[in-house]
Each structure stands twice: as structure tokens, then as C-alpha cells.
């Protein structure tokens, strides 16, 4: 949803400068526990309730950190909850890891394997991936069944496919052409 995007920018970008790069990779996991809070539609419901206050709404996310959260977060969901922006908490989310993995010349992977993958063998997978793609990579893995064996890495817009399901596809067009 373009809307939410465009909503989100400013929230993620001001939260990023004023982390000014101590502490993101905390300031990230709250925003993943915060946006993962914000897209379940009864907690919308009920923090836009005329009967629910803003000291409420912020206990209730300030719950799902396990412990005190520091002011610059307070703060910015405070912001959020004052504009009644949760809902676009997701997208915030988002947008922030961008801008980190922006900054460090890194982006996202999903590696898509047919079986569990171990930590040891993401990280012999890794160097392989990072050279294919040529930028650093923060990995994670996602099962899929149909794939048979090997994996399918998509970064952003691009995919790179060692799966048998593709290898059994291209020799299927190979073999109707």
C-alpha cells in the first residue's frame, strides 16, 4: 500500500538519524516486535478506542520489549500512537532496515530451502552468496517443500535458483523445445 509507505518514510528516516547508528540492530528487533503487534487488527481497534489512553496503548507495546525501552524508542512511539500511526508501524519496520542495510552495503535474503538449514551451513553458504549478489548479505531462511533440494535466494529483485524443481524446469523446456 503506497499510502502507508509514503506515511512510514518520515517516522523511519527521523528514527534512523536520531539512532545516528548506536544501537540499530536493537532499535530493529523492537521495531519488528512493534510492527508484528501494530498488524493484528484488534490491537488497532482497540488503541484507536476512545476508552483506551495513550498510556495505555504505549504499556501495551512497551510489554512486548521484555523490559525498559530506551527514551529515543519511547519517544518515536510515543510519536506514533500521538499521530495515530500505528498502523503504519509495518512499513516503518521496513523502511528502517533499508536504511541500515543501505548504510552498510547490505541487503535482505531469503533463502528458500526444501529442509531446515543449519546455522554452519548458512554461514558456508554465505561467502558464495555474498560474491553471487556482490554485497553483504543478512540471511534468513524460509522452508519450501516444493523445491525438492537445493536453494532459491532471492535479494530484493533478483533470484538466483539451485533448486532440483528449476533444474527439472529448464530440462523440461529443454526437452518440449
Do not use: C
Not at 521484555?66 to 506514533?80: C, D, I
Not at 508501524?89 to 535482505?108: H, S, T, W
Request: aromatic share 6%; hydrophobic share 50%; net charge negative.
Amino acid at each position: 500500500m503506497a499510502e502507508l509507505a509514503t506515511i512510514a518514510r518520515p517516522y523511519a528516516e527521523a528514527l534512523f538519524k536520531a539512532a545516528a547508528g548506536a544501537g540499530v540492530e536493537q532499535i530493529q528487533q523492537w521495531l519488528d516486535a512493534f510492527a508484528t503487534v501494530a498488524s493484528n487488527e484488534d490491537v488497532l481497534r482497540v488503541a484507536q478506542s476512545p476508552k483506551v489512553n495513550r498510556e495505555q496503548v504505549l504499556s501495551l507495546f512497551a510489554g512486548v520489549a521484555n523490559g525498559e525501552l530506551p527514551v529515543l524508542v519511547k519517544n518515536f512511539l510515543g510519536a506514533v500512537v500521538d499521530n495515530d500511526r500505528l498502523a503504519a508501524l509495518p512499513q516503518v519496520a521496513v523502511q528502517f532496515r533499508d536504511l541500515v542495510n543501505d548504510k552498510e552495503g547490505a541487503a535482505d535474503a531469503d533463502v528458500f530451502s526444501a529442509f531446515p538449514i543449519s546455522e554452519a551451513e548458512l554461514e558456508v553458504l554465505r561467502p558464495t552468496l555474498e560474491k553471487r549478489f556482490e554485497r553483504k548479505l543478512n540471511l534468513s531462511v524460509k522452508i519450501d517443500e516444493s523445491l525438492i533440494g537445493g536453494v532459491r535466494v532471492v535479494v530484493g529483485d533478483e533470484e538466483f535458483d539451485t533448486s532440483v524443481k528449476a533444474r527439472l524446469e529448464q530440462m523440461k523446456a529443454a526437452l518440449t523445445a
